[in-house]
């Protein structure tokens, strides 16, 4: 995709993917291969907030979990903070929210806190001090005695991202944090992503919803049909596939006609104009001597499932055309 | 070895936890209020009667938490996704599939414990004072404790690999191939050629020799079980069971989780 700019050239990168590709076998005997990643490569710099984008089964969870040694690649490397992805001590440094987090239902969320507190080697002072303090970030402290089995979605995702961030970890890996959350608890996720980037960690987190990435990430990577179609900011990525523009104006003195009004939708006492980037100006002039008093001028943005139904029709059209031409 | 540790006491916890585990302690009391009742009606074996009941009973609801238990140690956390928040964590698998299993043998040890208890004081009803021949129980309680950390072994092994029904499917055979592991050896009894004999007699020593944990006709008669042989069978079970925690790490060190 030519809108999407190349990797940035990383002095320090905090993960570091090379050419990392996943096949699943299935079938009779496992004799077929599905490939779900395919010679992924990008690098996510140190103290950044990226945006993993892509519609569902693009493969970003297959990557998440590659990077979390859940899975194991069929081909390539991955490095965070420098070290292997092999190395188990460099989770030390690394907070992790699965998909639909699922922890031991007959724990509360402060024992679950208290036992994976005790795989990071905290003294038993320090461990308390922290668990209460991730209950209170997450707005769990008065829940902190109910067994996760009576917890709702979006509180077992609060209790997932305290875990995540309980040690202090530099790398944050979030796999659709946004999911199962009500806008309050995903407005105050938001304010968490951002304090983590305050504080200087990097957060790496999987998304579909296109608004969450625009309003936290630094840079975005698109993922679809297990190939990385690029990355880049996100002024980047809505900028180049604005769709035209939209005029919102409202127009004293019933009865008054001219030719662009035609063209205009109204709703209530507004108009709406949409209409290409090249005529904005004709536009603004024309209703202007019209005596229309302009309300906002803004860009139409491709809604989500435009956005990913395009990356997805130009997949299936160069599979198309390299199937047509091996024939 | 905090890691194991941590991972040990959480199972344990989990165990406690869980109501199923209880059912079965009331469920090993009843079976002692039974033996009691037989106990009345067996008139000059009561003690026999009691130990030999009270045995398997032990042993029968050992072997139950550790198939089914052991089976859904790995299989669970793998089903209900509960291991990907841990494995994230600086642990390594084998630490986790460690503690698993140490967590489910104190389960078991506490269970078999508690069961022996019950034993005891059903044996205490019919007879007391107790006499030295009685002690004895005891190493049997033993020696079926670890019979179970061997099936708790093989249990996890399977479920590495395949799915719980095929795991305990797989488990419950060898144990039951593992318990006529002598008769294999004497196969040449029944005049089968010596290349089949051969065959029979390598896979006995393969199997894990169940037969060697079972004490019970001697104690029920109060006759003593040899301390070499406590030894031998605890050394067996250590060596068993570490070469297939070992081979079940190494498969599960490499599993692709769902």
């Known amino acids: 995709m030519r809108w999407l700019s190349k990797n940035r050239s990383m002095t320090n990168p905090a993960i570091e993917i090379e050419n990392l590709s996943k096949e699943y076998p299935y079938g009779f005997l496992n004799l077929k291969k599905k490939r779900?990643?395919?010679?992924?490569?990008?690098?996510?710099?140190?103290?950044?907030?990226?945006?993993?984008?892509?519609?569902?089964?693009?493969?970003?969870?297959?990557?998440?979990?590659?990077?979390?040694?859940?899975?194991?690649?069929?081909s390539g490397t991955a490095r965070i903070l420098g070290k292997s992805i092999e190395n188990v001590s460099m989770h030390r440094e690394i907070g992790y929210l699965p998909e639909q987090p699922y922890f031991y239902d007959y724990l509360t969320a402060a024992e679950l806190l208290e036992y994976f507190a005790r795989f990071h080697g905290l003294t038993a002072a320090d461990r308390r001090e922290r668990v209460q303090r991730m209950l209170k970030k997450v707005g769990l402290e008065t829940a902190k005695k109910i067994q996760l089995r009576k917890y709702s979605k979006g509180m077992l995702q609060r209790a997932g991202l305290a875990?995540?961030?309980?040690?202090?970890?530099?790398?944050?890996?979030?796999?659709?944090?946004?999911?199962?959350?009500?806008?309050?608890?995903?407005?105050?996720?938001?304010?968490?992503?951002?304090?983590?980037?305050?504080?200087g960690r990097t957060v790496l987190f999987s998304t579909h919803i296109l608004s969450d990435a625009e309003m936290l990430c630094d840079r975005v990577g698109v993922i679809v049909g297990g190939k990385l179609r690029g990355v880049g900011t996100p002024g980047e990525m809505v900028g180049i596939q604005t769709q035209g523009m939209e005029i919102l104006f409202e127009l004293d003195g019933a009865g008054k006609k001219f030719p662009i009004l035609e063209k205009a939708t109204k709703t209530g006492e507004r108009y709406r104009l949409q209409l290409p980037e090249a005529e904005l100006y004709g536009a603004l002039d024309e209703l202007k001597a019209a005596g229309a008093r302009i309300l906002s001028v803004a860009q139409i943005k491709p809604t989500l499932e435009e956005f990913f139904m395009n990356l997805v029709d130009a997949d299936r059209a160069q599979a198309n055309a390299v199937e047509v031409s091996g024939r | 070895?905090?890691?194991?540790?941590?991972?040990?006491?959480?199972?344990?916890?989990?165990?406690?936890?869980?109501?199923?585990?209880?059912?079965?302690?009331?469920?090993?009391?009843?079976?002692?209020?039974?033996?009691?009742?037989?106990?009345?009606?067996?008139?000059?074996?009561?003690?026999?009667?009691?130990?030999?009941?009270?045995?398997?009973?032990?042993?029968?609801?050992?072997?139950?938490?550790?198939?089914?238990?052991?089976?859904?140690?790995?299989?669970?956390?793998?089903?209900?996704?509960?291991?990907?928040?841990?494995?994230?964590?600086?642990?390594?698998?084998?630490?986790?599939?460690l503690g698993k299993y140490a967590g489910l043998v104190m389960t078991l040890t506490v269970n078999t414990a508690a069961m022996a208890v019950g034993l005891y004081v059903a044996l205490w009803t019919v007879k007391h004072p107790l006499e030295k021949g009685d002690w004895y129980v005891l190493v049997a309680v033993y020696l079926i404790l670890l019979k179970l950390a061997l099936?708790?072994?093989?249990?996890?092994?399977?479920?590495?690999?395949?799915?719980?029904?095929?795991?305990?499917l797989f488990t419950v055979g060898i144990y039951?191939?593992?318990?006529?592991?002598?008769?294999?050896?004497?196969?040449?009894?029944?005049?089968?050629?010596?290349?089949?004999?051969?065959?029979?007699?390598g896979i006995s020593y393969l199997l894990p020799n169940f037969e060697n944990f079972n004490v019970m006709g001697a104690v029920a008669h109060e006759r003593g079980v040899a301390g070499r042989l406590v030894w031998q069978d605890t050394w067996y079970a250590i060596v068993y069971c570490a070469m297939v925690l070992a081979a079940a790490a190494m498969v599960f060190s490499r599993r692709n989780l769902k």
């Open chain 2, 1 to 97: 070895m905090t890691n194991v540790w941590t991972v040990a006491a959480n199972t344990f916890r989990e165990a406690v936890r869980d109501r199923v585990l209880y059912n079965l302690v009331f469920f090993a009391l009843l079976m002692m209020g039974a033996a009691i009742l037989v106990g009345q009606i067996s008139i000059g074996i009561e003690q026999s009667v009691i130990v030999s009941l009270g045995l398997t009973a032990i042993s029968v609801i050992g072997i139950f938490i550790a198939v089914f238990i052991g089976v859904g140690l790995v299989s669970k956390e793998m089903d209900k996704r509960t291991l990907y928040a841990l494995l994230a964590k600086p642990v390594e698998r084998w630490e986790f599939l």
């Open chain 2, 176 to 201: 039951i191939a593992g318990v006529f592991a002598e008769d294999l050896r004497t196969m040449q009894a029944v005049g089968l050629n010596p290349a089949t004999m051969r065959f029979f007699r």
């Open chain 2, 151 to 168: 099936i708790v072994a093989l249990a996890m092994l399977f479920s590495c690999f395949t799915t719980p029904f095929l795991a305990i």
């Open chain 1, 163 to 199: 875990q995540a961030i309980l040690h202090d970890p530099q790398v944050v890996v979030l796999d659709e944090p946004m999911a199962g959350l009500d806008p309050l608890g995903r407005r105050e996720l938001r304010d968490i992503i951002l304090e983590l980037k305050r504080e």
């Open chain 1, 36 to 74: 779900s990643l395919e010679n992924l490569s990008m690098q996510v710099e140190t103290g950044e907030v990226f945006g993993f984008l892509g519609p569902n089964g693009a493969g970003k969870s297959t990557t998440i979990k590659l990077l979390m040694r859940l899975i194991f690649p069929t």
